[in-house]
């Protein structure tokens, strides 16, 4: 090769020299791989904001990244919170009540809704929340009407009084606060305050204390883009009341019969008590008392679904909790209870009072023989 054409100079380094437009190569790019490799950035991206926004939650379903979610337990309580002012209206129903069992065995439709007619009960609440769980924490006011579902389940609602308004109102108080964007504790009374002291029929709904924790545990990394199982939620914590174990209620309703002068296991009163004396006994029997360990797990089948279950201090349920609509915070929860062979079945022998020489079997009227079968629909609403 002639001296004049070389382009390496070994003092001088690399020397360029000019090419002719017909020596260039030209890398082809295919449209159709650029769309693609953008959307799969952009819907990681999403997935990714959607990953490290924190959840929060109505009375009961979820909200994150300016969406609603299901529910991640049914009875137990989440320990997320609000955040601004979300409302919610939420309506459950039972086709068999433990207190107006038993819950009998059933082997036709035709039984079923005879079950329905007689032993169904129904409860309607009323939620507000407000504050930001993720800074100074958050605030729930919940209100159960019991006299609107009493009505509904008569179809007339003959003992209600119109004119006590707040008859069969009962109002709880609840706080939340978070420690980050996944994990979030709450605690709270439900029904702690009876607005209509003179209430005893339709006031009848349980006084619970409660503390859980809730922790999302995210099961995939942004860049995976299959929809399933992308998050689990774990809650743990303590109640009482209707978290109690229906022998423990049973225990400290008697107890609260004696106290009160009623006729019960081993006590006799000089003088028969009241109507209202025998059923508000029963109700300070149910509220509070001894402390529960309770939890529940959700796991997100698919967006907007969510397959649960959960120990209620009583007993395990399962089923699942559903948002049919991405723009509408409505779910519906149906659930499956009583599914543990415990005391809430025929068989089981306890001491109803200290000092009491035999153990006794419960009362047939809180007992079931049957899994029981429960519906819950919500509207969540945030301002």
Known sequence: MPEANQT??????????????????????????????????????????DEASPTYSSSRALWRNERWLPQISYLVPNGYGPYGVMFDVSVTGTDCTLGKGPCEAFTTFDDWQKSL?????????FNLGFGDTQTWGGFFITTSAETISSSIGRGDGPLVDSNRILQGVQTGLHYSKAIGP???????????????????????????????????LRLKPPENASPWF????????????????IEQTFQDQTQALRDAGCATYGFTPTNPCSNERFKRALRTGSDYGQ?????????????????????????????????????????????????????????????????????????????????????QASLQIKF
């Open 8 to 49: 390496i100079n070994a003092n001088a380094g690399l020397v360029w020299e000019p090419v002719d437009s017909e020596g260039v190569i030209v890398a082809e790019e295919n449209p159709q791989m650029v769309i693609q490799n953008a959307t799969e950035a952009i819907q990681i991206a999403r997935r990714a904001f």
């Open 291 to 375: 402390i529960n360990p309770i939890a529940s797990i959700a796991i997100e089948a698919l967006d907007g679904l969510h397959i649960i279950g959960e120990w209620s201090g009583r007993n395990l349920n399962a089923g699942i909790s559903w948002r049919p609509f991405n723009e509408i915070g409505l779910v519906i929860t149906p659930m499956i209870e009583s599914i543990m062979s415990n005391c809430e079945y025929p068989g089981c022998r306890v001491t109803p009072i200290d000092g009491y020489p035999e153990r006794v079997p419960l009362p047939d009227a809180v007992l079931t023989e049957r899994v029981r079968l429960s519906l």
């Open 230 to 245: 992308r998050n689990l939620y774990l809650t743990a914590g303590v109640g009482n009341g209707e978290f109690k174990p």
């Open 117 to 125: 007619d007689t032993q169904a009960n129904g409860s309607t609440y």
């Open 182 to 216: 996944d994990t979030s504790f709450r605690t709270g009374v439900e029904n702690l305050i009876t607005w209509d002291s003179q209430d005893f029929i339709f006031s009848d709904m349980t006084r619970n204390f409660y503390f859980v924790g809730s922790q999302r």
